[in-house]
């Protein structure tokens, strides 16, 4: 599921009018106005923090450089994603780190926000950046909290610091002995939820404060709890003073209201976001990338991060030669296939690519079909993946009947490669993308 693909597709809707009518009078621009506060709100939006917004873009969209402009359509769009990045951005929006280790970061929400998994994907964020993170389970009172926390840690490689049902209090006190005496530069302390706010919680939580002293105290919010989420923010916030808001499950909410609603409510950066279930699926949270994807605008930046952890530079230096002296083949295919499996979702990526994400909305992308094709590669000769033109009728049986598949899927396959060579020609020659060598 594509982010914020709900909202997206209205304020296209909204913009497309705008383009179609050249130039726009300031009852044009109130009208659009009024339709992207409607989908903002259907998006699950503060109603404050929706009139807001709009009343500020309409502000700035009824003066004379819009109303006056050759391009007032585009005028209007560039305002929307100025006032779309203010609205998430926050001078604090990284992670902060102590002058003197180690850094305590302190994670609490309610239960079922996915807080014990984003601890373990906390910390495999950090290992990749050279950190060495310990998890500290403080969640005595949720059946399993702490086995739960062990095979997350397990699944990230990071160590993690346990002592039973003893008071959180007293836990985390001898973590941070331990992380100093052993050496870990990061302790992230999973903290008890929930279903609820309640006092003993709140009380609990404060205390363990008190005693840590924490760097970083974040919050975890399920992004599908919509205007809820805002809430449990301004109530963490309240009584705890959060740094920041990590948000869950954001790729399986279409809306995105809490994204666009939490810093507003409770002036408190979202510094992380969810996107997957694997322990890998962890981004930071940029505003102005974020804002880029809403608009339909795609996302560059996040894509060439997403294909530099995928490829080695020596990989991509030499499919560049490959692209080069056009003798890419099907053992150069199938790892770019690999590669893409990496990188996540076909949708997410195709999404993040400039103009290609919406010429290809609505259109059904079957990722079983990528294990098909490997299969059809796998079943070819070492000779025929180097030389495709090696491939004639009586191959193709061969190929289909090995693979499990039709003489037709082997056909579409090959098809689709000469189509896949020639997009990668195309896409490597664009500027912007040039960052993503070794997938383009």
Request: proline content about 3%; some cysteine; aromatic content about 4%.
């Amino acid at each position: 599921m594509a982010l914020f693909s709900g909202l997206s597709e209205k304020l296209n809707h909204v913009f497309s009018k705008l383009v179609n009518r050249g130039k726009l009078t300031a009852l044009e621009i109130k009208e659009a106005m009024r339709e992207v506060r409607v989908a903002l709100l259907e998006a699950d939006v503060n109603f404050m923090v929706a009139k807001e917004f709009c009343n500020k873009v309409s502000e700035k969209a009824l003066g004379d450089e819009v109303l006056q402009s050759l391009t007032p359509s585009q005028q209007v769009i560039k305002i929307v994603n100025e006032e779309l990045v203010a609205l998430m951005s926050s001078p604090n929006q990284k992670l902060q780190v102590s002058p003197k280790p180690p850094t305590i970061i302190m994670m609490c929400g309610l239960q079922g926000a996915g807080k014990t998994t984003m601890c373990a994907k906390l910390a495999a964020h950090l290992k990749k950046s050279g950190k060495r993170p310990l998890l500290v389970a403080c969640d005595i009172y949720r059946p399993a909290a702490i086995e739960q926390l062990k095979v997350v840690g397990k699944a990230a490689n990071a160590e993690v610091f346990e002592r039973g049902t003893q008071n959180p209090v007293k836990t985390s006190k001898e973590a941070i002995d331990y992380a100093t005496k052993q050496g870990f530069d990061t302790v992230i302390i999973d903290t008890a939820g929930r279903l609820h706010i309640n006092e003993e919680l709140m009380e609990e939580l404060e205390n363990v404060k008190k005693t840590v002293q924490p760097t970083e105290i974040l919050l975890v919010v399920d992004a599908m709890t919509g205007q809820d989420a805002v809430n449990v923010a301004k109530s963490f916030n309240d009584r705890l003073d959060i740094s920041g808001v990590v948000i869950t499950k954001l790729d399986g909410d279409t809306r995105g209201g809490a994204a666009l609603s939490i810093k507003a409510i409770t002036s408190k950066p979202i510094k992380f976001c969810g996107i997957g279930e694997k322990i890998g699926d962890l981004e930071p949270f940029y505003p102005d990338r974020i804002a880029s994807r809403i608009l339909g605008m795609g996302d560059v930046l996040t894509l060439i991060e997403k294909a530099q952890n995928a490829v080695s530079e020596e990989e991509a230096l030499k499919l560049e030669k490959k692209f080069r002296e056009n003798s890419f083949d099907f053992e150069d295919y199938l790892s770019q296939l690999q590669n893409l499996k990496k990188m996540g979702s076909l949708k997410d990526i195709i999404e993040m690519i400039p103009g290609l994400g919406s010429k290809l909305k609505g259109v059904d992308i079957d990722e079983n079909q990528l294990k098909k094709n490997k299969a059809i590669i796998q079943s070819m000769t070492p000779k025929e993946r180097r030389n495709p033109d090696l491939i004639k009728s009586s191959n193709k049986k061969r190929i289909a009947a090995g693979s499990g598949t039709t003489i037709q899927d082997v056909n579409a396959l090959l098809k689709q490669f000469e189509q896949s060579k020639e997009m990668m020609k195309q896409l490597k020659n664009k500027r912007g993308l040039r960052g993503l060598r070794g997938l383009f």
